[in-house]
T-cell receptor
Framework: NAGVMQNPRHLVRRRGQEARLRCSPM?????VYWYRQLPEEGLKFMVY????????ESGMPKERFSAEFPKEGPSILRIQQVVRGDSAAYFC????????????FGSGTRLTVV | SQQGEEDPQALSIQEGENATMNCSYK?????LQWYRQNSGRGLVHLIL?????REKHSGRLRVTLDTSKKSSSLLITASRAADTASYFC??????????FGKGTRLSVIA
C-alpha cells in the first residue's frame, strides 16, 4: 500500500503560469482533502472531494483555483495565473468514509512562484 | 477558520524530559486528533480521542480531553531527539473536514 502519493514534490512556476498538483489517495479511500500550508503556519482547509463530486469548497479562493477528483485517475488541484502569494506547501489527505481513524497525508507539493 | 489553538507556539526541552502541549477549540466536536509534522514533510496521524473519552494512551503519548473546557493536552514522556517536530491538533465536527491549529514546534535537545 503506497499511501497517499502527491506529485510533483516541488514545482516552480513563473507568475501568470498554471500549476497542476496531483494526488492519488490510498487504496480504498474515497475521500480527498486539499490543504495549504504557509511557512510556520498550520494547515488551512481548501476543498473536500469524493469521486466526481465536490463536497465542500469553502476554503477555496473564489478565483483561479479549482479542484477535481474524476472517476478514474488522481485528484487535481489547479491554480491558474499563479501569483507570488500562491507559494506554499499544498498537502493532500485521504480517508475512507466516516474518517474514523484520521487522515493519511501525502508528502506535499511545494509550489514556488517566481 | 482556525478551530484549534495550540500552546505554547514553541517548546524546547532536554532529552528525557516530558513535553506537554495544549490545544483549545471553540465549537462542539466529534473527536480531536493530534498530528506530527517533521520539517518539510507531510503530517502523520498520532492519536484520536473521541468526545466521550477523557484520556487515551499510545506508547509514550498520553492525550487528555476536557470537553467542558474545550481543551486537550498531548504529553510525550521521556522525549527523544527524534521527537523534534511540529505537533498539530485537529478537530472533527460531524462530516466536516478536519480543522487544524497552528501547531507547537517542539525541539528536543540531546
Amino acid at each position: 500500500n503506497a499511501g497517499v502519493m502527491q506529485n510533483p514534490r516541488h514545482l516552480v512556476r513563473r507568475r501568470g503560469q498554471e500549476a497542476r498538483l496531483r494526488c492519488s489517495p490510498m487504496k480504498g479511500h474515497s475521500h480527498v482533502y486539499w490543504y495549504r500550508q504557509l511557512p510556520e503556519e498550520g494547515l488551512k482547509f481548501m476543498v473536500y472531494l469524493q469521486k466526481e463530486n465536490i463536497i465542500d469548497e469553502s476554503g477555496m479562493p473564489k478565483e483561479r483555483f479549482s479542484a477535481e477528483f474524476p472517476k478514474e485517475g488522481p485528484s487535481i488541484l489547479r491554480i491558474q495565473q499563479v501569483v507570488r502569494g500562491d507559494s506554499a506547501a499544498y498537502f493532500c489527505a485521504s480517508s475512507p468514509p466516516g474518517q474514523v481513524n484520521g487522515y493519511t497525508f501525502g508528502s506535499g507539493t511545494r509550489l514556488t512562484v517566481v | 477558520s482556525q478551530q484549534g489553538e495550540e500552546d505554547p507556539q514553541a517548546l524546547s526541552i532536554q532529552e528525557g524530559e516530558n513535553a506537554t502541549m495544549n490545544c483549545s477549540y471553540k465549537t462542539s466536536i466529534n473527536n480531536l486528533q493530534w498530528y506530527r509534522q517533521n520539517s518539510g514533510r507531510g503530517l502523520v496521524h498520532l492519536i484520536l480521542i473521541r468526545s466521550n473519552e477523557r484520556e487515551k494512551h499510545s506508547g509514550r503519548l498520553r492525550v487528555t480531553l476536557d470537553t467542558s473546557k474545550k481543551s486537550s493536552s498531548l504529553l510525550i514522556t521521556a522525549s527523544r531527539a527524534a521527537d523534534t517536530a511540529s505537533y498539530f491538533c485537529a478537530t472533527n465536527s460531524g462530516n466536516t473536514p478536519l480543522v487544524f491549529g497552528k501547531g507547537t514546534r517542539l525541539s528536543v535537545i540531546a
